[in-house]
């Protein structure tokens, strides 16, 4: 659900920014809370602000987000390698 309060030109910067790297996707269904390492992560809409994911079939993130009504994309830094590897582990989403 793309939220119409977020500046465009700022949405934009923002995405600019990130040529490539790690990203810790995160969502919270019920009482699990789950994350989960990514680094297919792309702008897909300025208008709406819109960027997607790309979760493969048999992660066991991909039921979460599924049904979550948002998920959160943290963009790790060169010297975050430890938090990234955490989320990265057996393919399965991590709880929080």
Do not use: W, Y
């Amino acid at each position: 659900m793309a939220d119409a309060s977020i500046d465009s030109r700022e949405f934009r910067n923002t995405m600019g920014r990130f040529a490539t790297g790690v990203t810790v996707v995160t969502a919270h269904v019920g009482n699990q809370r789950r994350g989960m390492t990514a680094n297919s992560f792309a702008s897909l809409s300025l208008h709406p602000p819109q960027l997607l994911i790309c979760v493969d079939q048999s992660a066991s993130m991909l039921p979460i987000l599924e049904v979550a009504d948002a998920f959160a994309v943290n963009i790790l830094g060169a010297d975050q390698r430890g938090i990234s590897d955490t989320f990265a582990r057996d393919r399965k989403s991590t709880r929080l």
